[in-house]
């Protein structure tokens, strides 16, 4: 008897569930498969009359998963990324286990890029992938196994791993008029160009929430000049446009080459600055276990 024919579910509908449930939009699975969202729904309803459960709610033009949903999709993801890491070795049995980390950006580039050749001496047997982006991994729908952001930014429904710690305090280019004479006094610092980082949502400290945790409130703080992205606004700091607020991890080494330099004293620890997430769904694999207690070393430890 063939058993797996019998019980499991049209395995064409199993794709079109998973991005539906994944992302919780039939028009965004649609568009990561290439498919029409007509025939992502079929597909979809296809499964749900094959086993006699609901797996969605369709309300307001939108789709939520159901609990029996949300367990399906567990089971489903997690298999099809077996399958598929299984896939990848077998390609290149050469290769080496692959294992991807998504990082922010800025992290990626001051912070992770000159501790990889560590990560590889110790591992060498493992294949790193690194995925980057100035959005939060709510908003990144590509395969991850481990991810690496600032706390409070929006992280969907993934596990998270741990916490780290970090420090947030004012820096500027040593050629900059705030750099003659430091450490200078707190209060004079307001009256230069001040470089800000917005995020929407706001899950970022900025100048007024900073200079308030220091016991400092300017009336009123210079506006100076806002940009979306802190890397962006990092290299502006780094030209000599202004002072902005640095966060320990990014630029620490800045500072210890003498590219960057605190004005002033005063710093604000935070004890759980930075968030490491495991991807929802995804199958414990010793690759991605080696990553993540490299990353937990890593950020516990002192500078390469």
Same mark, same amino acid.
């Given at each position: 008897m063939n058993w797996l024919g019998k019980s499991l579910p049209p395995l064409s509908t199993l794709l079109p569930f998973e991005a539906a449930a994944r992302l919780e939009s039939i =028009?965004?699975?649609?568009?990561?498969?290439?498919?029409?969202?007509?025939?992502?729904?079929?597909?979809?309803?296809?499964?749900?009359?094959?086993?006699?459960?609901?797996?969605?709610?369709?309300?307001?033009?939108?789709?939520?998963?159901?609990?029996?949903?949300?367990?399906?999709?567990?089971?489903? =993801?997690r298999s099809l990324r077996t399958m598929a890491d299984r896939a990848n070795d077998m390609r290149s049995p050469g290769r080496g286990a692959q294992v991807?980390?998504?990082?922010?950006?800025?992290e990626a580039f001051y912070w992770l890029m000159p501790r990889l050749a560590a990560f590889n001496r110790r591992h060498p047997d493992i294949d790193?992938?690194?995925?980057?982006?100035?959005?939060?991994?709510?908003?990144?729908?590509?395969?991850?196994?481990?991810?690496?952001q600032t706390s409070g930014r929006p992280s969907g429904n993934h596990p998270l791993a741990f916490t780290a710690s970090d420090e947030i305090y004012p820096i500027c280019s040593p050629d900059h008029p705030a750099a003659r004479g430091h450490p200078r006094s707190l209060a004079s610092l307001t009256a230069f160009d001040l470089l800000h980082h917005h995020a929407t949502p706001p899950d970022w400290m900025e100048w007024p929430d900073w200079l308030r945790a220091m016991?400092? =409130?300017?009336?009123?703080?210079?506006?100076?000049?806002?940009?979306?992205s802190y890397p962006l606004m990092l290299q502006a700091t780094l030209e000599g446009h202004g002072v902005a607020l640095g966060w320990r991890r990014t630029t620490e080494r800045l500072i210890a080459s003498g590219e960057l330099v605190r004005p002033v004293r005063e710093s604000l620890h935070q004890s759980e600055a930075i968030?490491?997430?495991?991807?929802?769904?995804?199958?414990?694999?010793?690759?991605?276990?080696?990553?993540?207690?490299w990353l937990q070393e890593a950020l516990e430890g002192t500078p390469p």
């Open positions: =028009s965004r699975a649609a568009e990561e498969l290439h498919l029409t969202q007509a025939a992502v729904s079929r597909q979809v309803r296809a499964l749900e009359e094959n086993l006699g459960v609901a797996l969605f709610e369709r309300r307001n033009r939108g789709v939520f998963l159901t609990p029996a949903g949300r367990e399906l999709a567990a089971t489903v =993801s991807t980390l998504f990082c922010q950006l800025c790193l992938k690194l995925a980057t982006s100035t959005r939060p991994i709510e908003e990144h729908h590509d395969p991850f196994d481990i991810a690496l016991g400092h =409130s300017p009336d009123p703080p210079n506006p100076g000049k806002t940009f979306d968030a490491i997430y495991t991807r929802r769904g995804s199958p414990e694999r010793p690759a991605a276990r080696a990553l993540l207690g």
